[in-house]
């Protein structure tokens, strides 16, 4: 007999439980992401803009985008957006408390 494919394993249980521990608000709506990409990815640009965007101003628009896209979105994705998650869940604790 086999086991469906959509049971909760043992693992798979604890490991749901110890993420609800560590994050008990639960994932941000569309609405609150939406604002926390805005609040990381703006001033993200815009520093980089200020810094590099003088010695890129002869450069072609796509080759200009493609280099501040590759700076930007790792300093966004792994560097803001998990800072941003936790400063929410703070928050959202200290509302519920």
Do not use: C, E
Not at 27 to 39: G, R
Request: proline share 10%; hydrophobic share 50%.
């Amino acid at each position: 007999m086999s086991i469906p494919q959509n049971a909760p394993t043992g693992a798979s249980t604890a490991r749901g439980r110890r993420a609800a521990a560590l994050n008990p608000v639960g994932p941000p709506t569309k609405h609150q992401l939406a604002l926390m990409i805005w609040i990381a990815v703006f001033p993200t640009l815009t520093v980089i803009n200020l810094t590099i965007g003088p010695h890129l101003k002869d450069t072609n628009p796509v080759l200009r985008t493609f280099v501040l896209a590759t700076i930007a979105v790792p300093i966004v994705i792994y560097g803001l957006m998990p800072r941003l998650h936790r400063v929410r869940g703070r928050i959202l604790a200290r509302r519920a408390a």
